[in-house]
């Protein structure tokens, strides 16, 4: 695992911190320190761009990640550092990219911290006391004298699968946001929240989309000149990870104008997933033939996952339950692994995810977040839980939080700083356990205008549903995958079984076609059973044995309430599609009982 960790204290305490988040891949590790200030930083060596360190004696920062646009602003890392002791907001808000930037001057007895736009990589910092801060909540643990358990965040991981705001499961350990600096000087904290879209919604023409089409292709240019020789990408029949690759070989291709970039060969993964009907892989393999690509099929099973099921869980902090990690875990089974491996483009952020009803068919922001949002209902959550806690507490916080009054502009903006960086950004963690990451997306230019998409952009749902049975695809998704994929116009896109050239009307159509057709013959399908389900209820694989085993464990926690636990078990090995809340109380209870027993 790569990562930070730092603060005030000194370099055995930050090296031993630096231990603890290494990861048994080929990593590098570097700690800073001078005065009463240290930072250490650990990455994979063959990621030559994943990791930037500058010391300059009573001063020392990192860059975890990468800054995508400096030669558009012609400076250095160096450059950067200097700049951000100078104006640490205004220096913030230039700089795009996937990264997460520590620095301190002991002279001053200042640090900062910055994450990126949109959280693609999240630092955790501990409330009280002197500053100090890792890439890794567990690694925090053991420098804190009260270990308590965040029920707050408990709940909110049984209701939502994931944590939400800034919680963590450990009481007096938060997340730094999105698009932050946080600056500690003398002691004294602050924070500035640095950069944030306009959410000034747009015209649906095609002035938007070719808007779209020309900041996609340009993050995906800043990205890529960002990469070592090779990198690897995950690929489905789905349209997010072909538009990605397409235009990750474009940028190839025209790497004559570009001769200081290194990047020249990329390479397909994909594993039978999403559902495993082994459309996915045969899509994949069309789409990898037609990109002149090598594609490698990765096993995805019980058998493969049930190996690292722990060891997913412990790479996210127990915050993201292991069904959603589970997919990313293949990344483990990958041999040999190219220096980086991305995902595709967040076909949440062009309109997947928020639904039209999320927005236009709700009473409160509130609401909205519980009806995108919600894996579980409030009364279930409550009847998992044995303390008296609010379900929604977390939620109300959030729209607290935005500073936003229109309630248009709350919900985006609670969706904007808690989406990604918590729910499905937080997954990329697995895949750094072995390799370096980028994240596509992470981009101002492009991330303002994903946040002015057209209403009539988003996807749909099928009337009186308020969201819970959505259409498939988004029109703005179909129309930015057809631009920058035209060659790949003919290769089926595995949601809707018709071609991408196709009418948005059709695909619609298309896919609630393939799902009655798939239900009709038993096949796995969306809305039905998925991976976990299967898993859990296979008497014979280790996912069964071992969720067994920590339900046991949760059953005997004065956390959870005991016949609860078993009657969602229950239900579920009696049909019921219980997988994911299953997932939710035994993610819980794995973190709780290897970081944070023992240590109150």
């Known amino acids: 695992m790569s990562g930070v960790a730092g603060g005030r204290l000194d370099r055995a305490a930050t090296r031993a911190m630096i231990d603890e988040v290494a990861g048994p891949g080929d990593d590098a590790a570097d700690v800073f320190g001078s005065g009463e200030f240290s930072l250490g930083v650990t990455g994979p060596t063959a990621d030559s761009h994943g990791v930037t360190t500058w010391d300059d004696g009573k001063r020392a920062g990192v860059v975890y990640g990468a800054i995508t646009n400096l030669p558009e602003l012609s400076a250095s890392h160096a450059d950067v550092f200097e700049s951000l002791f100078d104006d640490p907001a205004g220096t913030a808000a230039r700089l795009e990219g996937g990264f997460l930037i520590a620095a301190y001057d002991s002279e001053e007895d200042r640090q900062l911290l910055v994450t990126d736009k949109i959280g693609a990589r999240q630092c955790y910092v501990i409330t009280e006391g002197d500053l100090r801060y890792s890439t890794s909540v567990a690694a925090l643990v053991p420098r804190m004298d009260d270990v308590r358990v965040d029920r707050q965040s408990v709940s909110d991981v049984l209701l939502l699968g994931s944590t939400w705001g800034n919680r963590t499961l ?255 950004l937080t997954s990329n963690r697995v895949m750094r356990d072995f390799v370096g990451t980028r994240t596509p997306h992470a981009d101002g230019d492009y991330l303002e205008w994903c946040s002015r998409l057209p209403s009539r952009f988003r996807k749909g749902a099928v009337p009186f549903t308020r969201g819970s049975i959505p259409y498939e695809t988004t029109r703005a998704k179909l129309a930015l995958c057809r631009r920058i994929t035209p060659d790949l116009a003919d290769v089926t896109y595995e ?102 027993d023992g240590r109150r």
Do not use: C
């Open 170 to 424: 450990v009481d007096g350990v938060r997340a730094i946001r999105p698009a932050m600096v946080l600056e500690a000087v003398d002691g004294e904290r602050s924070a500035t929240r640095y950069w944030k879209p306009s959410y000034r919604e747009m015209r649906p023409n095609e002035a938007y989309i070719s808007g779209l089409v020309d900041r996609y292709r340009q993050t995906v240019r800043r990205v890529s000149r960002t990469l070592p020789s090779e990198a690897g990408i995950w690929l489905s029949g789905g349209l997010d990870s072909r538009t990605t690759a397409a235009a990750l070989i474009e940028t190839i291709a025209g790497r004559d104008s570009d001769p200081a970039a290194e990047f020249r060969t990329l390479g397909a993964y994909t594993y039978d997933a999403n559902p495993p009907t082994n459309d996915n892989p045969k899509i994949a393999a069309q789409i990898a033939e037609k990109l002149g690509v090598e594609l490698t099929d990765v096993p995805l099973s019980a058998e493969t996952f049930g190996g690292n099921f722990e060891r997913a869980i412990d790479a996210v902090d127990g915050m993201v339950r292991w069904n959603t990690v589970a997919n990313l875990s293949a990344t483990y089974g990958v041999d040999p692994l190219p220096p980086v491996m991305m995902e595709g483009m967040q076909g949440e952020l062009v309109g997947d995810h928020l639904l039209r009803p999320h927005l236009t068919n709700v009473t409160s922001p509130v609401e909205s977040q519980y009806l995108s949002e919600a894996t579980t209902s409030v009364d279930r959550v409550s009847e998992l839980l044995v303390p008296d806690v609010d379900p929604l507490a977390t939620l109300r916080e959030e729209v607290e939080a935005t500073g936003e009054t229109d309630v248009r502009k709350q919900i985006l903006d609670v969706h904007f700083r808690n989406y990604y960086s918590r729910k499905t």
């Open 495 to 596: 949601r809707t079984k018709l071609d991408p050239s196709m009418p948005y009307p059709l695909h619609v159509a298309g896919f609630f076609a393939n799902v009655l057709v798939g239900r009709l013959r038993s096949k796995p399908t969306y809305g039905g059973p998925q991976l976990a389900d299967f898993w859990i209820r296979n008497r014979e694989s280790r996912v069964h044995e071992r969720v067994v085993d920590l339900l046991d464990d949760a059953s005997r926690r004065a956390l959870f309430d005991a016949d609860a636990v078993r009657e969602v078990f229950d239900e579920h090995m009696h049909g019921a599609n219980n997988g994911g809340l299953i997932a939710q109380i035994t993610t819980l209870e794995h973190w709780i009982q290897n970081h944070v």
